[in-house]
């Protein structure tokens, strides 16, 4: 077949047609290319023959969504030796904050022959279709460095090494909106914190960045325990929902921060509270029974995600506790439905609910390498306990499948703190009574208790063991997308911050002493009645500790370099 109609311009052709010529032709390698905002794309250009000498080839963006450029390659030459070797072209996409997939057509042109055009589509920065919301926040994202954070932790012998680490950003008073000059909260209040998280998105280039604020003041709050106990009372759901949600959602919606990426967590311990520690078991308390009873956290936590989840740039991820407190069969399915009636409380949807974190403020650890999976002959063990899981990461994932299960979207992602769940050696005294080395091989032991204990990472006493643990390292740094069904490994626990004092400590806060924060405690149902690990000296929960802080840091693993 002669060439029909096309200029042809063959020689030495590679690809012949059957008359053994080869017409001249653009190849390119995709006529559609979606392109992420804040991101690049690319296509590739060649040429389908050798020609006589250099051909020009332009790449001109059309009328359509002007948020899509070409960022290089608009202009491409192709010799008479390279025609036959692809060449780049890239798209840009800026971030915008509208909400639909803009496109722009590319016109792929060369003098004399047949022009193709590549339709070039918006994409979020997922590369999935462009929604409200990203699917994974995270994704090609910076995430919002708290100032005050990262002055207590420069103030630090070797805290620089860590203070440009974003943590989480904790409202846990009503004054802490407004900023109340608290040793907890700081000066700062949501909108000073809104406005540094618009000024480091400014310096930050094209990505988009992500705060994490933490809600945390429901009525009768944390009550399985004393030291997070807070300002409402357990009867107080209308100021809960008029002066704290309400003004938190009303400064969040303000347009100007509109293009920032919004990542509220949800009421540490509340939910997973009214499933473990009510009813007639032996955890059982009775502001936990009050609270289930008087709906105070499922309707609370429903209104919140209904209120914030309006704001199409919030994303509400609900605290889900930790594997060595969910793990359990009785408890396990009956936590991921009770975030189902929360999420549905209140007038809100599941659709509000965009994922769950694990291991909030914990230092339960993210993988046990050594241990292994969990047979049913190491369930047995003291260490773990009949649970189904022993590390965050197995857990993580599989309650998110469990998640689906009760209801929510096969779209949710999992977030996992992983602040202090480090356990490298423990260089840094106090360590727990348990081995101080972190371990570099599984036992050879062939005692089920024997080799769990000298395999796992974990050294704590007990996994009911929470405050301020001795031995505890930094975990994995923070990094977006780190495992499946997991959005970003995060520092929602400021290292450095108290969970509890040793000692009675009158303060304002509405904090208690529980004496799971005492060293000399030797335990109730909830750790097996096992001594509680927690270092000395600590001050009230939420004000530095600076003993625990180097703790953390010297005892990291990955270790700090
Ligand atoms: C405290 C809060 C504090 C948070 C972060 C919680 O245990 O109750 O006041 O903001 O930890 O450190």
Redesign the pocket.
């Known amino acids: 077949m002669a060439s029909s109609g096309l200029t042809s311009v063959t020689v030495n052709a590679t690809e012949a047609d059957n008359d053994g010529t080869t017409t001249q032709s653009l190849v390119v390698s995709s006529t559609s290319v979606s392109v992420p905002e804040g991101g690049t794309s690319s296509y590739t250009v060649r040429l389908a023959a050798q020609p006589s000498g250099n051909v020009t080839v332009t790449n001109t963006a059309g009328s359509g969504d002007t948020n899509i450029t070409v960022s290089s390659g608009a202009s491409l030459t192709f010799t008479t030796s390279n025609w036959n070797t692809a060449q780049t072209v890239t798209l840009a996409a800026a971030e915008d904050s509208d909400s639909t997939a803009g496109t722009r057509p590319i016109t792929v042109a060369s003098s004399g022959l047949t022009s193709v055009t590549v339709t070039a589509t918006e994409a979020d920065n997922d590369g999935g279709p462009v929604g409200p919301r990203a699917d994974n926040p995270y994704a090609n994202a910076g995430v919002y460095v708290n100032p005050q954070w990262r002055s207590k932790a420069l103030a630090e012998p070797g805290g620089s090494r860590i203070a440009n680490q974003p943590t ?1 950003v ?1 409202f ?2 009503i004054s ?1 909106l407004t900023g109340n000059g608290s040793p ?2 700081g000066t700062m209040g949501l909108a000073d914190h809104l406005d540094q998280a618009v000024t480091q998105d400014a310096a930050n280039g094209s990505a988009p960045m992500v705060i994490q604020i ?1 809600v ?1 003041n429901l009525p009768g709050r ?1 009550c399985a325990a004393l ?2 106990n ?1 300002e409402l009372g357990p009867t107080e759901l209308a100021r809960y929902k008029s002066e704290y949600i309400d003004v938190m959602a009303g400064i969040l919606a303000r347009p100007a921060y509109a293009n920032l990426r919004i990542v509220a967590i949800i009421e ?1 311990d509340s939910l997973p509270n009214l499933v473990t520690n009510v009813g007639g078991r032996a955890t059982a308390t009775a502001m936990c029974d009050t609270m289930l009873a008087n709906r105070g956290y499922v309707d609370g936590v429903g209104y919140a995600l209904n209120k914030l989840g309006a704001i199409p740039n919030v994303y509400n991820y609900i605290d889900a506790a930790h594997h060595g407190w969910v793990g359990w069969d009785d408890n396990f399915g009956a936590t991921a439905n009770m975030m189902f009636t929360a999420a549905t409380a209140s007038g809100s949807t599941a659709a509000n609910v965009h994922g769950f974190i694990t291991n909030t ?1 914990n230092t339960s650890a993210l993988t046990e390498p050594y241990v292994g999976s969990v047979t049913e002959q190491l369930r047995q063990t003291t260490w773990i306990d009949w649970n189904r899981y022993n590390d965050e990461l197995t857990f993580a994932q599989a309650f998110r499948s469990r998640l689906i299960q009760s209801g929510f979207s096969s779209s949710i992602g999992m977030l996992i703190d992983t602040s202090r769940n480090g356990w490298g050696s423990c260089v840094q005294t106090p360590c727990q009574p348990t081995q101080a080395t972190r371990p570099t091989a599984a036992s050879t032991s062939t005692d089920p208790n024997t080799f769990v204990n000298q395999s796992r990472i974990d050294r704590r006493i007990h996994k009911g063991n929470w405050c301020n643990q001795a031995g505890a390292g930094l975990g994995e740094r923070p990094r977006s997308a780190p495992a499946t069904g997991i959005d970003a490994y995060v520092w929602i ?2 290292p450095g ?4 004092s040793s000692s009675l400590i009158p303060n304002d ?1 509405g ?1 208690g002493f529980d004496r799971m924060c005492d060293p000399t405690y030797t335990g109730n149902a909830r750790n097996g009645n096992s001594m509680s690990g927690a270092l000395p000296g600590a001050p009230v ?2 004000h530095w500790f600076s003993a625990q802080f180097q703790q953390l840091m010297a005892n990291a693993y990955p270790p700090l370099s």
Not at 497 to 500: K, R
């Open positions: 989480g904790w846990d008073r802490a907890t909260t933490v945390y944390d030291a997070s807070g540490i403020a626990k400021p911050e108290s969970d509890g806060e904090k929960s939420g």
